[in-house]
């Protein structure tokens, strides 16, 4: 069986997630993994067996049988890393959200388009069984005309280590870039994208907000200081209205989730329901959609190419199916995400050109990349 050699950049939370997918992956061979940490890639390594061990990221990429490499670090450290891997002559698959500014993204996208080689990102949300289901309403046009986006993500209290869980590298724009809107915003407005075939942002408002008292200790050690509740209306072009509300902790109930409305149906996403007019009747359909993966997986032969994020990132390298746009959708999104982080600056709505204007660099220096 023809195999990608991979080698994993950060074997953190996230880098030990990505080993234990990659094993369940037959084509994936995972040869080198590299993380500034010594004691914890000597930990993983051994657990999973990976013999080729780095501290330094330029030395690793200097390895010529390492065909494909993923990064798992943090948000302002993809855009150094990606580029180097790509000017290394590796395809890079990298964590969400694509970098820490639009600008940073931007310059991933250019140098994926320079060097030609594959740049993937992390949207896990274009996988689910829901957006499959819904492309397959919106592709055949049953939407109708598809007038409204809602991309909503609900946290009672689960801001990144201030209230328990994850690195605190999440919560300072030094290391992240951006909060809520940045982590879970990504998923959800990337996937309402991917299904509405990437419409041109016009503009944004939004608004920014850290209220909800947190463990002083923690706050202090993490330098918090980053949203914890995004909200934000866009419009793209053709009038498509986007509204988004992404809280980490909120003092309420959850919120319904995300939607697209078309006149002539809408869907909703938690849980997947069509919801159409029919003889007069207003119908709410439900879809088997465990039913449809049996399907795909016995019936249809290009299934498995779609399983996952990290699925989809190797048949795509061994040529068993397109890779699907990522780099683009995510690229969009955190344009759309970084305009509500300008509005909140600016009081005001601001267009996507200003964005572009106005975004700069946030990518830190890598200590252990240059040779
Ligand atoms: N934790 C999650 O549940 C989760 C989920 C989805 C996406 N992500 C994304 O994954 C990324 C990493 O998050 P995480 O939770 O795994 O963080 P983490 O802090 O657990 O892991 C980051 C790893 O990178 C290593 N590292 C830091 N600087 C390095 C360098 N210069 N060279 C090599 N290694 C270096 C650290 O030692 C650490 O092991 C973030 O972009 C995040 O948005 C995380």
Request: with cysteine.
């Amino acid at each position: 069986m023809e195999k990608v050699k991979i080698a994993v950049i950060g074997v953190g939370i996230i880098g030990e997630q990505h080993l234990q997918n990659y094993a369940k992956i037959p084509e994936a061979d995972v040869v080198a993994i590299c993380d500034i940490n010594e004691e914890r890639l000597n930990y993983i390594g051994d657990k999973y067996g990976i013999e080729r061990r780095f501290t330094h990221i330029g030395k690793m990429l200097l390895e010529e049988d390492i065909q494909a490499v993923d990064v798992c670090l943090h948000n302002n450290m993809h855009t150094p890393v990606s580029e180097a891997v790509m000017r290394a002559g590796k395809d890079c698959y990298c964590e969400k959200p694509m970098s820490g500014s639009f600008a940073d993204a931007k310059r991933m996208y250019e140098v994926m388009e320079e060097t030609g080689k594959k740049l993937h990102i992390q949207l896990g949300f274009i996988y689910n069984d829901e957006t499959k289901a819904a492309k397959r309403y919106i592709d055949s046009g049953d939407l109708g005309k598809i007038y409204h986006m809602r991309s909503y993500g609900f946290r009672r209290r689960n801001r990144p280590y201030v209230d328990g869980y994850g690195a605190k590298e999440f919560v300072n724009t030094t290391t992240s870039g951006g909060g809520a809107m940045f982590d879970m915003g990504v998923y959800h407005i990337s996937q309402l994208l991917y299904l509405t075939g990437l419409p041109k942002l016009e503009r944004v408002s939004g608004h920014t907000y850290a209220e909800i008292a947190m463990d002083e200790g923690r706050r202090e050690i993490s330098g918090f200081n980053v949203e914890e509740l995004g909200v934000g209306l866009a419009t793209y072009e053709g009038g498509l209205s986007l509204d988004i509300l992404e809280a980490w902790a909120i003092h309420g109930k959850p919120f319904p989730g995300s939607a697209i409305y078309g006149s002539d149906a809408g869907i909703t996403f938690e849980p997947f329901e069509l919801h159409t007019r029919q003889h007069d009747l207003e119908i709410d359909v439900k879809a088997d959609l465990w039913q449809r993966d049996y399907l795909d997986h016995t019936v249809y032969a290009d299934s498995a190419h779609y399983d996952n994020s990290q699925h989809h990132w190797v048949h795509a390298l061994l040529g068993k199916c397109e890779l699907l746009p990522t780099a683009k959708i995510a690229l969009e999104t955190q344009r759309v995400q970084e305009g509500i982080y300008f509005s909140q600056k600016l009081g005001r709505e601001v267009t996507a050109e200003e964005i572009e204007q106005l975004s700069e660099s946030k990518a830190l220096e890598i200590l252990n990349l240059a040779l």
